[in-house]
């Protein structure tokens, strides 16, 4: 089960269209918790925000599926925004934060992702991990619905 002590990485890759199923993730891919052995799968979404901070924003909604003391699958959901302004070229280009519970202000962990390209094709490298003290781009408190219209960072794949 994941705590709010967990560091995770993982990556994500894009599903070719054609393999795509209607209402289907975009991305595919896995995770491991930092010191453990074995990976978890891990999807996203492509949606719309409704309200809040983000509103009219496309983010990545997530479902990673780590196993629980049981062995069980437990799904914990996420969201991952793009980041419009970068402070440098190895700043990361998405940030957002994964729910370890169903509750509205139950435990959390700060996402990071970096988008990557290799000769085989693009990913989205992420790191998730415990919020620090001085985190100044935890979701709730972005602009990044006004940097996103001055930038001319490509949208997100659908």
């Known amino acids: 089960m994941l705590t709010e002590s967990f560091v995770l990485n993982g990556r994500l890759f894009p599903i070719p269209q054609a393999?795509?199923?209607p209402n289907g993730p975009i991305f595919d891919g896995w995770f491991q918790v930092?010191?453990?052995?074995?990976?978890?799968?891990?999807?996203?979404?492509?949606?719309?925000?409704?309200t809040g901070a983000h509103k009219?924003?496309?983010f990545l909604s997530l479902q990673l599926e780590p196993l629980n003391e049981r062995g069980q699958p437990q799904k914990v959901f996420g969201a991952l925004f793009?980041?419009?302004?970068?402070?440098?070229h190895t700043s990361a280009d998405h940030y957002g934060r994964l729910n370890l519970t169903e509750a509205r202000d139950g435990p959390t962990l700060k996402i990071s992702g970096w988008d990557?390209?290799?000769?085989?094709?693009?990913?989205?490298?992420?790191?998730?991990?415990?919020?620090?003290?001085?985190?100044?781009?935890r979701p709730a408190k972005s602009t990044a619905q006004?940097?996103?219209?001055?930038?001319?960072?490509?949208?997100l794949p659908v």
Do not use: C
């Not at 930092?34 to 409704?50: D, I, K």
């Not at 793009?82 to 440098?88: G, L, N, V």
């Open 19 to 21: 393999q795509r199923r």
């Open 34 to 50: 930092q010191g453990e052995h074995g990976r978890f799968r891990g999807a996203a979404w492509v949606r719309m925000a409704t």
């Open 56 to 58: 009219d924003e496309e």
């Open 82 to 88: 793009r980041i419009a302004d970068k402070k440098s």
């Open 116 to 137: 990557k390209e290799t000769e085989n094709g693009t990913y989205i490298s992420l790191l998730i991990e415990p919020y620090t003290k001085d985190d100044s781009q």
């Open 146 to 155: 006004e940097s996103a219209a001055k930038s001319q960072r490509p949208p």
